[in-house]
């Protein structure tokens, strides 16, 4: 089954914990995508790879890092999480750049 | 970069009445236009899109239409389902740019 996953699905932390949130797709999809989603905020895009060993900065890149070493898997760092980074997490991937196939969400919640 | 605008922010329809959420951009070069449904608790997923080359596309209940030269894109549901309640998100120009979302309600 085509499919993106997250890892994990629930995070509860405390300030300045590092955390990895992990995202996998079996599509073979060039382009990856992590997005958070804030209530009236929409998704706004933290960072993006548009293949191996190439990343960009999306819109809120801060307090963010994201690495792509192999071509499914493209995990986001958080190195020293705060509170408003509280929100609900997407990993997504494309073929072309259009369309979209998101995960399921990763909900993080930092004290 | 792109000004994306979706309206209304949160609509509420009758079951069995059509819905329609209008999405804005300000990016000429735009040429592909998708709407996405996001279910609660779940991540959004691709229901239709339309390319600049085509004014309408149906599919079931759903259509999409654009007007390229007023720049936006319009999402119809007719004989709305308990099933259509979600949040909608347009994404003129793909994976760059998201509206921010109509919640849709349908009451029975």
């Known amino acids: 089954e085509a499919q993106v996953t997250q890892n994990p699905r629930y995070l509860i932390t405390v300030t300045g914990k590092k955390l990895t949130v992990t995202c996998s797709q079996n599509?073979?999809?060039?382009?990856m995508s992590w997005y958070r989603q804030d209530p009236g905020l929409g998704l706004r895009q933290i960072y993006y790879?548009?293949?191996?060993?190439?990343?960009d900065k999306g819109d809120v890149p801060e307090g963010y890092k994201v690495s792509r070493k192999e071509k499914r898997n493209f995990p986001l760092i958080l190195e020293s999480p705060s509170p408003n980074q509280t929100s609900l997490y997407f990993c997504?991937?494309?073929?072309?750049?259009?369309?979209?196939?998101f995960g399921p969400g990763t909900r993080l919640l930092v004290l | 970069g792109e000004n994306v605008e979706q309206h209304p922010s949160t609509l509420s329809v009758q079951e069995g009445d059509s819905a329609v959420i209008k999405c804005t951009y300000s990016?000429?070069?735009?040429?592909?236009f998708p709407w996405y449904k996001q279910e609660l608790g779940k991540g959004p997923q691709l229901i239709i899109d339309?390319?600049?080359?085509?004014g309408e596309k149906k599919d079931q209940r759903i259509a999409v239409t654009l007007n390229k030269t007023a720049k936006h894109f319009s999402l119809h549901i007719t004989e709305t389902q308990p099933e259509d309640s979600a949040v909608y998100f347009c994404?003129?120009?793909?994976?760059?740019?998201f509206g921010a979302g109509t919640t849709v309600t349908v009451r029975a």
């Open positions: 997504a991937s494309s073929r072309n750049q259009e369309t979209q196939y």
């Open positions: 599509m073979n999809h060039e382009y």
């Open positions: 790879s548009m293949n191996v060993e190439v990343t």
């Open positions: 990016d000429s070069a735009s040429n592909y």
């Open positions: 339309i390319r600049s080359n085509v």
């Open positions: 994404a003129p120009r793909g994976v760059l740019s």
